[in-house]
Structures are given as C-alpha cells and as structure tokens.
C-alpha cells in the first residue's frame, strides 16, 4: 500500500492520501492507486471550508442533545423511507441490532425543496446540512473527475446515471458500549458510487485487508473516502470497494457524517465496455441499481462477504 505512514500502533493505518494541492496528474494518480489496492484513502487539502465542517460538527451535537422526544418524533424501522431516525439496523438481517443511532435523509441534487423532508430541529439543522452537502458533495464529483482522468475517460464519465441518483447523507452517532463484541456496523461494503466520510478522532472504522482488520487513522481535517461497488462492477473489477465496519468503545461515544453519491434506481450496473477485453471478459452480472440495492442490501450473521460473491456471474 502506498503512502502509508509510521508509527501508528499495532493494526492502526494511516489510509493512503490524496492531496488535493498537488497538480491534477498526481491527484489522479494518487486516487487510481488508492483505488486499485484498497479503494480507501483520506483526502487533505480539499477545499471545504473548515468552517462547514465546524457547523456541522456543532448542529450533529445538538441533534443529539436534544430532548430524545424531539429526535423520536422523526423515528421510523421503515427502511423504505428515505427521511428518518433509526437505532441499530441498517440491512436486512436476522433481527440483529447494531450498536448505533443514525439519522438518515435523502436529497436529490441541487437540494432545493428536498430539506423540507429533514427534521425542524435542531433550527439551523436544514441549512447546515444543505450547506455541507454541497461543499462534501462537491469535491467528490471533483474527484470522480480526476478518477475519470486517470483513467483515461472522459472527465464527466460518472455524471450521468451513474452518480445522478438521489444523494444520501448520514449521521451516526455509536454510544459507548460495555460488550467488547459490541458492533457499531457490521462488515459491509458500501452501495453507492462513492462514500464521503468525516470520521470522529474516536477510532472505530475498520477495514478488511489481506485478512486482517485495520483500524483507520487520519490526518485531522481529511475526509475518509470510500469507493462503493457499483465502482468496483463497472470497471470490471479494477477499482476495489472494500470490506469494512464499525467496531464500538467502551468509553467513548463516536460520530461520524457520510456524503453519498448514488446512481440512478434505473441506472444498469454492469462492467462497462472501457473495461472490457478478450483478456478481461466481464465478471459481473448487469443488474439495474435497484436490484443491486436489494440484494446488497442484506447482511447474514453479521457477514456482508457474501453479497460481493452473490453478484459475480459464473465464468
Ligand atoms: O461510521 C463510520 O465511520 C463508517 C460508516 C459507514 O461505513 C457507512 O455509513 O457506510
Ligand atoms: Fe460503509
């Protein structure tokens, strides 16, 4: 793995990184290499004002000190429902709960009419959100760009279907817990396109590499970005969309905010023809996006492992 830095503690990483400051060349670069490994890296130099973030850091706070009343009147297990509060489950699964709290709203892009779905409160929640959504917003589709550059596409390769869809934004806030096998999220791959994530200074994101799990470290101010699997079918299996969870702790709670960019419900994914040769015949399935959604949207005894096989085709 490239740009690794020491010394961290045992089984501790400091994710690849992707330096914004530098020329377009070895941006584009950096991301590709990132993104053929572990498809995981932290972004510095960005761009989102420090600003942005602070409010956001400030208003998530706020949410979560309100009078629990004012939070449970936006709760809902209803996984169809693009607005709402939940705890604890976030897949299908065998009933298991996981050891989290999450507001999750739905946009479309520009926001405009979609934050009248978002909670009332706290006030300055509505406009908080919008705002970082577009700064986080906006430097993924810089780096989808630079990603498309890199790989000799055209720059705008990922602005139809494919990253158009109605965008998610998540807050997650993991309580302390006592069970040292305590699960904030378990082991996952992420649906959307592309996963913007600014993280706690409270470790607990793992991810899955050679086999062993990782606990992801980051320079402060980076933002954690992820690739999800649509990334990984259309370029055939090129770029990586990495296993990873959410361990807890036993004294600290721990937050994280979550920019995602989505196709298209209709959008097919399917290894694109770029990427395709005699050499490298296609090793996914084409479904359309909402079918994908639903079959990755399952989690068996706490394993995601197998929906990546789930959607290989038989070769
Ligand atoms: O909370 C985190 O650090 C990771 C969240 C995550 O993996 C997700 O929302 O898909
Ligand atoms: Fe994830």
Known sequence: MGNLQAPLPEGFIS????????????ISRAILDAGKDIGFF????????????????????????MPAADRESFHSDDNLKPNRFFTGSTYKNSGAKFWFDCLRLSSTFPIGDSK??????????????????????GMGEELLRLLSEGMGLQPDYFEGDLGSGNMNLTLNQYP??????????????????????????????????KGS?????????????NFGLPLQVVTNGMLKSIE?????????SR????????PTWDCLI????????????????????REFYDMHGVVKDGLSSVLTISHKTAI
């Open 244 to 252: 990873h969870r959410v361990v807890t702790n036993p004294k600290e």
């Open 15 to 26: 994710l690849p990184v992707v330096d914004f400051s530098l020329s377009r060349e070895e």
């Open 176 to 209: 302390p817990c006592g069970d040292p096998e305590g699960v904030g999220l378990p082991p996952h791959c992420d649906r959307n396109l592309l996963s913007l994530l600014i993280p706690s200074t409270v470790p607990g994101l793992q991810f899955s590499y």
């Open 116 to 137: 009248k779905d978002w909670p009332e409160k706290p006030e300055k929640l509505r406009e908080v959100f919008e705002r970082f959504a577009v700064h986080t917003r």
């Open 255 to 262: 937050r994280s905010v979550g920019v995602f960019i989505t």
């Open 270 to 289: 399917s290894p694109a023809e770029e990427f395709l040769s005699k050499e490298s015949p296609p090793i996914y399935h084409a479904v359309t996006y």
């Open 213 to 225: 799990w990782f606990t992801v470290e980051t320079m402060p101010n980076a933002y954690i970005v």
């Open 42 to 65: 932290q972004v510095i130099n960005h761009g989102v004002p420090e600003q942005v973030r602070r409010d956001m850091e400030a208003v998530c706070e706020e949410f979560f000190a």
